[in-house]
């Protein structure tokens, strides 16, 4: 071998073994970006699992409060019919209390009276079971009060 053909080698080896060198350099590094990339999956696999229960929880929550709204419109239609219901009932008390007026000839002076008459009435709700002692000392004190005031109408 000559001369040139030894300085070529050794340049080919020593280009060689820096290559080796750059080559370990590199999967050194390799090694420590995926070993990164493996801890950056598992830090977003825990946030995702976070994010899961966190969204079950709201699935959860969204759920209780759609029952809430269901059962409080529930309500509201309920609450609408009972307020209507006492209206009429109230419409009819009053219409009861003119007619009493009407069939009684009630003038301005006794009206006070008939006012006072129609405040003590007690309604009872329709289908609310009320003791026979009860209603019958309710029926006792209303007929005094009718006589009464009947007796003062008359004295007038």
Do not use: W
Not at 48 to 63: Q, T
């Amino acid at each position: 071998m000559s001369v040139t053909e030894c300085e070529q080698l050794r340049v080919t080896i020593e280009q060689m073994k820096e290559d080796r060198i750059l080559n370990d350099v590199v999967h050194v590094q390799f090694i420590k970006s995926f070993e990164e990339l493996h801890a950056k999956l598992e830090e977003k696999t825990k946030e995702c699992e976070a994010l899961n229960e966190k969204n079950a929880k709201l699935v959860k929550d969204l759920r209780i409060q759609a029952a809430v709204d269901d059962c409080n419109a529930s309500l509201s239609r309920e609450l609408a019919k009972k307020t209507k219901e006492c209206q009429v009932l109230n419409e009819q008390k009053t219409k009861l209390v003119e007619d009493l007026r009407i069939k009684i000839g009630v003038d301005a002076s006794n009206a006070s009276l008939v006012l006072k008459l129609s405040k003590k009435l007690a309604v009872i709700p329709k289908g609310e079971a009320v003791s026979s002692p009860d209603l019958q000392k309710k029926i006792d004190e209303l007929t005094v009060k009718y006589e009464d005031a009947m007796k003062r109408l008359g004295e007038k």
